[in-house]
Nanobody
Framework: QVQLVESGGGLVQAGGSLRLSCAAS????????MGWFRQAPGKEREFVAH????????YYADFVKGRFTISRDNAKNTVYLQMNSLKPEDTAVYYC????????????WGQGTQVTISS
């Protein structure tokens, strides 16, 4: 089992920045690729960003490219999501997730952190 706890959400104005953190515990963090997802009210959960186990490879949804950056610190068992140039449409609950090794399944999820962007 991997336990994940997100933090760093809040209310900011459009154009502002936030950095989300996701602290992992329970298993060897560096064995897990990690992802960030989000879910806005009335919408389905959607993929935001992914980072490989070593941090050497990252992938982003088109709507965040150039604005968000995913990173990880395996020594601190933490993955981050730096969010810049925030827009009201970025308002959502943001979740981090750990992908089961050797699969494409994100099996472990945090409880989420609310991000609200005011216009």
């Amino acid at each position: 089992q991997v336990q994940l706890v997100e933090s760093g959400g809040g209310l900011v104005q459009a154009g502002g920045s936030l950095r989300l953190s996701c602290a992992a515990s329970g298993r060897t963090f560096s064995n897990y690729a990690m992802g960030w997802f989000r879910q806005a009210p009335g919408k389905e959960r959607e993929f935001v960003a992914h980072i490989s186990k070593s941090g050497g490879n990252t992938y982003y949804a088109d709507f965040v490219k150039g604005r968000f950056t995913i990173s990880r610190d395996n020594a601190k068992n933490t993955v981050y999501l730096q969010m810049n140039s925030l827009k009201p449409e970025d308002t959502a609950v943001y979740y981090c997730a750990a992908r089961t090794p050797f699969t494409t399944v994100y099996a472990y999820w945090g409880q989420g952190t609310q991000v609200t962007i005011s216009s």
